[in-house]
């Protein structure tokens, strides 16, 4: 069973902290990992996509990916409160997208 | 970037009747695209997963008579609602990816009331 985990939250944070998501995935063979963002009532929008160990930054946005250990983070600089949303984490293995059931995320004015 | 439109973005449809749900992708070729529902509260649910010229492929527990996809070309796949009740109701998302370690891109959805 090839599972992507995250937790469900709901995660508060103040207006202009970090926020910082976490999803671990079993497969190994997974070769690509990415973000998405929901907005109640809307379908996911893509803001990262990562590949390759490491750092990823886009903006306000990081994504981080640690094979040896299953990992992947984003971290969501200066949160504004348009960045409340539940976010998805999901990891691709052989053209098969597998993902997280989402973090939601609250950031407090 | 990659778009995805989906048509139509809400529908009302009576008990009985059947729903087309049109899904492209707008400036790629989509190899695969994946139709996704979605019930208040709850996570994306996989239901099929189609690749243009070939029978769809459905997760366990939907039924293929009842939503019938339909990936006549690398643009376009289409999932009928047929004989649609109130337990249909729910949010519809359609999603397609280019070959290779490409991300999925969503189209808008589509909100489905059965009355």
């Known amino acids: 069973q090839k599972e992507v985990e995250q937790n469900s939250g709901p995660l508060s944070v103040p207006e202009g902290a970090i926020a910082s998501l976490n999803c671990t995935y079993s497969?190994?063979?997974?070769?690509?990992f990415f973000w998405y963002r929901q907005y109640s009532g809307k379908s996911p929008e893509l803001i990262m996509s990562i590949y390759s160990n490491g750092d990823k930054e886009d903006g306000r946005f990081t994504a981080q990916l640690n094979k040896a250990s299953q990992y992947v983070s984003l971290l969501i600089r200066d949160s504004q409160p348009s960045d409340s949303a539940t976010y998805l984490c999901a990891a691709n293995t052989g053209n098969q997208f597998y993902f997280g059931t989402g973090t939601s995320l609250t950031v407090i004015p | 970037g990659a778009v995805v439109s989906q048509h139509p973005s809400r529908v009302i449809c009576k008990s009985g009747t059947s729903v087309k749900i049109e899904c492209r992708s707008l400036?790629?070729?989509?190899?695969?695209m994946f139709w996704y529902r979605q019930f208040p509260k709850q996570s994306l649910m996989l239901m099929a997963t189609s690749n243009e010229g070939s029978k769809a492929t459905y997760e366990q527990g939907v039924e293929k008579d009842k939503f019938l996809i339909n990936h006549a070309s690398l643009t376009l796949s289409t999932l009928t609602v047929t004989s649609a009740h109130p337990e249909d109701s729910s949010f519809y998302i359609c999603?397609?990816?280019?070959?290779?370690?490409?991300?999925?891109?969503f189209g808008n959805g589509t909100r489905l009331t059965v009355t």
């Open positions: 400036d790629f070729q989509a190899t695969t």
């Open positions: 497969d190994r063979g997974s070769q690509s």
């Open positions: 999603s397609a990816t280019r070959e290779g370690n490409s991300p999925l891109h």
